[in-house]
């Protein structure tokens, strides 16, 4: 408590002004721009969804990597101090843990311009981790020699036995996990970039595509520090979860931020020769994914990254009157940017507290017996909260980056607090370590939602206080309990976490109104809910593009493999308008006579196609799309049960697709009803839109689960699931493509409804 009231004392002067939230931090600084090598990207922070005792860390370096970018693929920098810093004591100053991690490459043969050849690698990279247990003073060597897998360059350099490593890149990803010496599961190497974002659209001042976003990261790689560490080595007292008071205990709060750094004097040299002397000087760092690439003016960039944590008050005047809140603000420029229209904040919140830049916010209420045992209290926090009359967003903006959010009123749920937002309410967030720096901050304590769990969203805490509020198994309680999502960002942040739409919404006023400090179209006594149209119109605001361009992994560690250079352009970035494969599918088949039609979705709309398949009437190449099974064929049921049907351009042979087709299943009669309404009941179905394939991503059509919740499960030959897809509310037909893993080989997909279950055996050569 002595430090908290040191630090309060510390900031109690500040003048707290502009600051805005965007994107996640991809070359964010002018000069970090030209050191890709040395550029964070993201970093997150989240309880292990398998291991309660678990945290993982997360920090992506170089942003933009093009999957074939060839003859010189990227990868860690040598004579770059990479690192992950971990705060668990607000009593002492900067980071209590840190890893660090110097990475090596030499060249198994010099004599070849191929990186990978004859099953030898060049530039090939390992790597030494030290632990720092004292805030840097000294480390030790947990790893001394780790593997990091090669670039992703495509099937001869990686799966060929003959010619290149003749292992599948799942192999060389399990391969590269280490175990360090004090307990850590580590990796280091390329993945796909997991951030997804419409960064097109943001940055054209302000240009918000809300669900038709186009991703600007999507197809594109970068490089990935991942620790997956016990809860009780991060704990400031070693204490494991099941030791903590309850699911907010504040004794488990740490905070996050990853950083590079290179040595002061580079030296060019003669003969390509490079020398790097003096001291380690900090380049590069990232906590909360937004602060430098839009909090940060311009000309502070560089100082920014050059700073430590411990010494961002100078920054902090950047944090509380938002300059995207102009842009929420028809008074101000709100009409310029129509983006943002849905979002709009706060003027006259229970009728007397008006949140837009420069006004009073909270502030009436500074000093008052109204704000006796709440964080807003002089005796807590009142004088870097309530700083002055012109920062009306101090009591939200600036705690989420700088200290934190405490268990205290206000910041607590309007739940139960009968329209009185400085009452206690329903706890929901504690990750408060007032530290005043940036940090992405996460209670450890907290239970991970499961990933397959129906109420885990990517709105994090805002969905967590939606459910708060709404959710009958939640709102009819003050007490604390654990709600879904209470482990999402801001409180850590998941892989999943849609941090643009989230930060927008809290901009907008999201976090208030969850407080109870409710919209303007609220009036206390007279309007019958508090969920009025603004904020369901906030809360269902999105930014354009709400998840990633493929799938994560469900085990360590967690990212999914790099996209493969041999794809090509097709990897260069998500475009609406390119068209999609060729495939082939089987429509209005006649479970009477066994006639059915051929198809094609994808490919080019220019040429024609011609189809076979055995087993089938006339089944030779044809562009005839009317056909017929065999008698023989469909009619015996101890036969088999499938076609093998085959498309192709006509005179191209190369472009030759396939599809397995269960014939079957659609025509079982212990499928087929009528219901009272006399509709057909439609049985559930699925067909892989090419099959077999030698792509690493295949397309299913799953029909006959109108209005269920759908699960795939995509497992390898010895029936471990290695990839899972949800679909919550089928429609009609579903279409979804599935990654396959990396070697060739027979993958079975399961099709899961709550009332069928369908198999398909997918063949990958």
């Not at 129509?338 to 502030?363: C, E, H, M, V, Y």
Request: proline share 7%; net charge negative.
């Amino acid at each position: 408590m002595k430090n908290i009231l040191y630090l309060i004392g510390f900031v109690a002067a500040l003048c707290l002004q502009p600051y805005q939230s965007q994107a996640s931090s991809h070359r964010e600084a002018p000069l970090i721009s030209n050191d890709p090598l040395a550029d964070n990207t993201d970093v997150y922070a989240f309880k292990s969804p398998v291991d309660k005792e678990n945290i993982v860390l997360v920090a992506n370096y170089i942003p933009f990597e093009h999957p074939a970018g060839g003859p010189n693929w990227y990868s860690f920098g040598e004579n770059i101090r990479y690192e992950v810093h971990v705060d668990n004591n607000a009593a002492t100053p900067g980071a209590d843990i840190v890893y660090r991690f110097t990475f090596m490459k030499k060249n198994e043969d010099p004599t070849t311009f191929f990186l990978i050849r004859l099953g030898k690698e060049n530039l090939k990279t390992t790597y030494m981790c030290e632990r720092s247990m004292d805030g840097g003073k000294s480390f030790e060597t947990i790893i001394s020699e780790g593997s990091v897998p090669p670039p992703h360059i495509g099937p001869r350099s990686i799966d060929n036995k003959t010619v290149g490593l003749g292992a599948g890149y799942d192999a060389l990803v399990k391969k590269s996990i280490m175990t360090a010496s004090t307990g850590e599961k580590i990796f280091c190497g390329p993945v796909d970039d997991p951030f997804f974002v419409d960064l097109g659209g943001i940055f054209d001042l302000g240009n918000i595509r809300a669900g038709s976003g186009k991703d600007g990261v999507a197809k594109f790689n970068c490089h990935s520090i991942v620790i997956e560490v016990p809860v009780a080595t991060l704990q400031k007292g070693h204490k494991a979860v099941a030791m903590a008071s309850n699911i907010l205990d504040p004794d488990y709060v740490i905070g996050v931020y990853a950083s590079s750094s290179r040595k002061k004097i580079t030296t060019l040299y003669g003969g390509s020769d490079v020398g790097y002397d003096g001291d380690w000087v900090q380049v590069s760092r990232l906590g909360m994914p937004l602060t430098n690439e839009a909090v940060i003016p311009v000309g502070m960039k560089d100082r920014w990254n050059a700073t430590t944590p411990d010494n961002d008050l100078q920054f902090a005047k950047y944090f509380t009157n938002p300059e995207l809140a102009l842009y929420m603000d028809d008074s101000a420029f709100g009409t310029a940017v129509p983006g943002l229209a849905p979002l709009r904040i706060q003027t006259k919140s229970l009728g007397a507290f008006d949140f837009r830049n420069g006004k009073a916010g909270l502030f009436s209420l500074k000093g008052t017996a109204a704000l006796d045992g709440t964080a807003l209290s002089e005796a807590a926090f009142g004088k870097v909260l309530l700083p002055d009359a012109m920062s009306p967003r101090a009591v939200d903006i600036l705690p989420i980056f700088y200290t934190g959010v405490p268990n205290l009123p206000p910041y607590q749920l309007a739940t139960g607090k009968n329209g009185n937002p400085l009452a206690p309410g329903k706890p929901f967030i504690n990750n408060f370590l007032p530290t005043l720096g940036d940090w992405l901050r996460l209670n450890m304590a907290v239970p991970a939602t499961p990933r397959d769990d129906p109420k885990f969203s990517s709105l994090g805490l805002v969905q967590a206080a939606a459910l708060g509020l709404t959710d009958a198994t939640y709102n009819k309680t003050t007490d604390l309990q654990f709600i879904p999502n209470m482990d999402g960002f801001p409180n850590g942040r998941r892989l999943e976490d849609d941090v643009t739409t989230i930060e927008l919404q809290a901009v907008g006023g999201v976090v208030l109104a969850a407080i109870g400090l409710w919209y303007d179209d609220y009036v206390p006594s007279v309007t019958a809910s508090p969920v009025t149209p603004n904020l369901v119109s906030v809360l269902s605001f999105n930014a354009g593009v709400t998840k990633n361009d493929t799938t994560l992994k469900t085990t360590f560690p967690y990212l999914q493999n790099p996209w493969p250079g041999f794809r090509g352009n097709s990897y260069e970035g998500q475009d609406s308008e390119m068209p999609e494969a060729l495939a082939i599918t089987i429509s209005n088949l006649n479970c009477t006579t066994g006639g059915f039609t051929f198809g094609r979705t994808g490919g080019d709309k220019t040429k024609t196609v011609e189809y076979s398949a055995a087993g089938v009437v006339n089944g030779q190449w044809g562009t005839s799309v009317d056909r017929m099974i065999e008698s023989e064929l469909f009619k015996d049921a101890n036969s088999r049960s499938k076609l093998y049907a085959k498309a192709r351009y006509v005179n191209e042979p190369a472009s030759e697709v396939s599809l397995e087709f269960e014939f079957r299943a659609p025509c079982k009669a212990a499928r087929m009803g009528v219901p009272e309404n006399g509709e057909k009941v439609v049985p559930l179905s699925a067909v892989i839109m090419g099959n077999p394939t030698t792509n690493e991503e295949v397309v299913i059509e799953v029909k006959g689960a109108l209005g269920k919740r759908v699960q795939l499960d995509l497992a390898n030959n010895s029936g471990v699931v290695i990839g899972q897809q949800v679909i919550g509310n089928a429609n009609t037909t579903e279409r979804r493509a599935v990654k396959l893993g990396n070697q060739p080989g027979i993958y079975f997909l399961r099709v899961s409804t709550p009332d069928d279950k369908y198999t398909i055996k997918i063949l990958r050569r």
